[in-house]
């Protein structure tokens, strides 16, 4: 870590950068800038501005709101840019011919030790426990930013300069390879898209989360409209609907679990390994992206077309019955993905922040289970539901 080359920094103009667009944080003596990492808080910007200018020591180790660990002070060591001088000390350097003498020393005791950059130790130079599967030990983990050309020469799987799709389809692993490196998340440069294609294909798979209802709202609500003409009443449509919505959730589950994390029955060759990774092991190899947490247009609309002929020929005695039914499920797609979303980079309320803990246990701690993202419901009912993370603790 630099030690006297950075500036220090007065508390008046400390306390002017607590804001979404300049956020500073302290932790003993030294001075924070987190704004890059608001949005890819695992518990939302909201919580680190409210500290925004201020300690942030004290809360960071409380037990009851939420001890920290290693991975959030390394995080914070990233963002360390300077040290924190009262005007009192100021003004003494001011007229000191060593002004630096003036500045107070970091507080080891107020101050987390600096972390190893080996990530496989802790601050104290033990081994660090981590959950064998993901490599990982809690969900701030899942936001350490991954120094690429390091993870290529240790792990000998992907490269996150270069395009990646390539790389999987040339890559020859084996399917064990694949799932063991694909299941260990990695974060790229502060929560940007590594690229996937390398070329002009490179925006379709990027996809912001508003696009979602706005490309499949409209369709819905047409649905909706025109599904009364051939029912009785709003009354049944609006049954309908809702039916749609909760079979929704069971295909949620589903797709979740058979066909996103068909690990098992994965075919051993590229052509398997390279579609498991366009489909959802994107996701878990890089699960704080933005721009790759939402379903993109082209591949909904493949998996929703044979849904869409399935419920018509179910309900064939009666069109409209069947595309209120479908126009219910459909808008449940939209909130599981809006609610994706959010999971990975929002602060919400109660319900939504437990189900954000357990959504980020899926992935740093349990892959295999806890497939449930709008609900626990069908995790429960299945017997795949996550047990409460424990604290790990080595032997």
Known sequence: MPGRTLPSIR????QKHSTAKSCYVTVGTKVYDITDFLDDHPGGPELILEYGGKEVGQIMGDEISHAHGDAAYEILDEHL??????????????????????LPKPSLKADKPILSSNPALNADGSHKVVYATTGMSSAADLSVVTDASADFRTHQFL???????????????????????????????????????????????????????????????????????????????????LFGLALWTLVEYTLHRCLFHVD????????????????????????????????????????????????HLVMYWNWHAATALFSGGIFGYICYDLTHYFLHHRTLPAYYRDLKKYHLQHHFADFENGFGVTSRFWDRVFGTELAPPQPLKGS
């Open 11 to 14: 508390q008046s103009d400390l």
């Open 81 to 102: 840019i300077g040290f924190l001088a009262s005007e009192k000390v100021v003004g003494k350097g001011a007229g000191s011919q060593d002004p630096d003498a003036a």
């Open 159 to 241: 490269d996150l300069n270069r395009p990646l799709l390539m790389q999987v389809w040339n890559g020859g692993f084996s399917k064990k390879f694949y799932l063991e490196q694909v299941h260990r998340p990695r974060h790229y440069k502060g929560g940007e898209s590594a690229p996937l294609f390398g070329n002009f294909l490179e925006p379709l798979g990027k996809t912001p989360w508003w696009v979602v209802p706005l490309i499949w709202l409209p369709p819905v609500m047409y649905g909706t409209y025109i599904s009364r003409e051939g029912l009785s009443s709003w009354m049944s449509v609006a049954s309908h609907w």
């Open 264 to 311: 098992r029955v994965l075919p051993d060759n590229r052509v398997g390994i390279t579609l498991h990774f366009l489909v959802h092991g994107i996701h878990h190899y890089l699960p704080m992206d933005k721009l790759r947490l939402v379903m993109p247009p082209a591949l909904f609309t493949i998996l929703a077309t044979p849904f869409y002929h399935l419920v």
